[in-house]
C-alpha cells in the first residue's frame, strides 16, 4: 500500500508536533505549549488549526466531554515520509539517492551518526545486486 501524502502547513505541524510531544491535549492546553515554546498564537487560532488537521484525517478529537480533547491520529514518521516524499518529488525528481548524497555534502553528523550512516551503508551494498544480474 502506498504511503498517503498529507498536505500539512508549517503552522499545522507546529500544533501537530505538540499533540506528538505531549499526547491529547485541549485546545487551551495546544495554544499554552505553543506560548512555552515562543509562538503566541490565539485560542481561535489554534482551534482552526485543530479543526483544519481533524478534516484532514492527521488528527482526531473526544467530545465527551466540555473541552474537546485533540489528539494525532497518525505518526510522526508517516508524516516524516510524506513530507520528504514530496520534497523528492518537488525537488529531485522523485530520486532519494540525490536528496541523500545532497545531505552528506551539506549537513554535519557526529561520529555516532557517521557510524550509523557507514553500517547502513555496508548493509545496503550487501543486498545490491551488480548492474546485470537479474533475480
Not at 498517503?4 to 505531549?22: N, S
Amino acid at each position: 500500500m502506498a504511503d498517503q501524502q498529507y498536505e500539512i502547513g508549517d503552522a499545522e505541524l507546529e500544533v501537530l508536533t505538540v499533540l506528538w510531544d505531549e499526547g491529547p491535549c485541549t485546545v487551551r492546553q495546544v495554544m499554552e505549549s505553543l506560548h512555552e515554546s515562543g509562538r503566541r498564537v490565539a485560542y481561535t487560532t489554534v482551534l482552526t488549526f485543530l479543526t483544519r488537521l481533524e478534516h484532514k484525517g492527521v488528527v482526531a478529537s473526544d467530545k465527551a466531554s466540555i473541552a474537546y480533547v485533540y489528539r494525532a491520529a497518525v505518526t510522526r514518521e508517516r508524516v516524516r515520509r510524506s513530507r520528504l516524499k514530496a520534497i523528492m518529488a518537488q525537488l529531485y525528481g522523485g530520486e532519494a539517492a540525490p536528496l541523500v548524497l545532497q545531505l552528506m555534502k551539506t549537513q554535519t553528523f557526529s561520529k555516532e551518526e557517521v557510524t550509523a550512516l557507514r553500517e547502513l551503508i555496508k548493509e545496503l551494498d550487501s543486498k545490491t545486486k551488480p548492474r546485470g544480474e537479474s533475480s
